[in-house]
């Protein structure tokens, strides 16, 4: 009995197994459901992008403006510090590389411009992709102030959110809490998150391996819902960012939706006020 059950279950999945998960850009989200075990109820989730502004960042924007989603992004404020670049500018000659740097820290600074003006929500990643629990006290102290005065006409809610690369001084607070209290300190509300793409891994930059992270840890058991951790930057790059989440995120968001719905920051921050 249990055998015949067990086949009469697989000839039930055939068709679905037989069609493809997107059809002309329209998620086949029965099968989505099916393939992740899904529960019936969608669960509520909020993107977010670390480590940018960046070249990509762009192509995001008009991914999210399309689908009509409001996400949240981290900025590296040394990304956007544009001073850095003047003078050695000013010293080397309008073809110089510095010259050429400020160029472009010019377009990141548009396009965090262009974040703000289409209503998502702006955060610190601090000044550097540093470890900051392994911060000297001075260090850990400038690096959250110098982020703080270069992104302050650009963060959005009251208090302003951070969040800790790597989620350092974050998920090891207990054993390393000088991280955390210097946010504090310094008026900022720590957001770190439910479920990550590993989109910054190499390993998972091939077919949906991505999507299936997310989809996973979403649907899986329990499942979960709440912020996700996406990538627009690089932080080991000047100006390039990661194509390959900015390529295919406007064929992932349709998937998601058969499991989810995408809300702001403040669904789940009630206490964060746009500014």
């Not at 740097?101 to 377009?107: E, G």
């Not at 690369?165 to 720590?190: C, I, S, T, V």
């Amino acid at each position: 009995m249990n055998l015949l059950k067990y086949c009469l279950g697989v000839l039930t999945l055939l068709p679905l197994l037989s069609t493809p998960m997107v059809q002309a850009g329209n998620p086949n989200c029965e099968q989505i459901r099916a393939t992740y075990q899904c529960p019936a109820e969608k669960k509520k989730i909020t993107l977010s992008f670390d480590d940018g502004v960046a070249d990509v960042t762009p192509k995001v924007l008009d991914v999210l403006k399309r689908e009509k989603i409001k996400a949240t992004f981290f900025i590296l404020a040394n990304k956007v510090d544009c001073g850095i670049y003047t003078k050695s500018c000013q010293q080397n000659g309008p073809n110089s590389a510095q010259c050429q740097s400020l160029n472009l820290c010019k377009q990141r600074l548009n396009t965090l411009a262009r974040i703000k003006r289409e209503g998502h929500t702006i955060g610190s990643h601090s000044y550097h992709h540093d470890r900051h629990s392994e911060l000297p006290a001075d260090r850990l102290q400038w690096t959250i102030q110098k982020s703080k005065l270069i992104l302050s006409k650009y963060l959005t809610t009251e208090p302003p959110v951070f969040r800790l690369p790597y989620g350092d001084g974050w998920f090891n607070q207990k054993a390393r809490p000088q991280a955390m209290a210097a946010l504090k300190r310094n008026g900022f509300e720590h957001i770190g998150w439910e479920m990550t793409a590993y989109d910054w891994n190499v390993d998972y930059q091939n077919g949906d391996k991505i999507l299936d992270n997310v989809m996973n840890q979403m649907c899986s058991g329990k499942g979960r819902q709440g912020v996700v951790l996406f990538h627009d930057g690089d932080f080991e790059k000047e100006h390039t960012g990661r194509p390959f989440t900015a390529n295919n995120l406007a064929r992932w968001i349709p998937m998601l939706r058969c499991a989810a719905d995408f809300v702001p920051l403040t669904h789940f921050k009630k206490n964060l006020r746009v500014k």
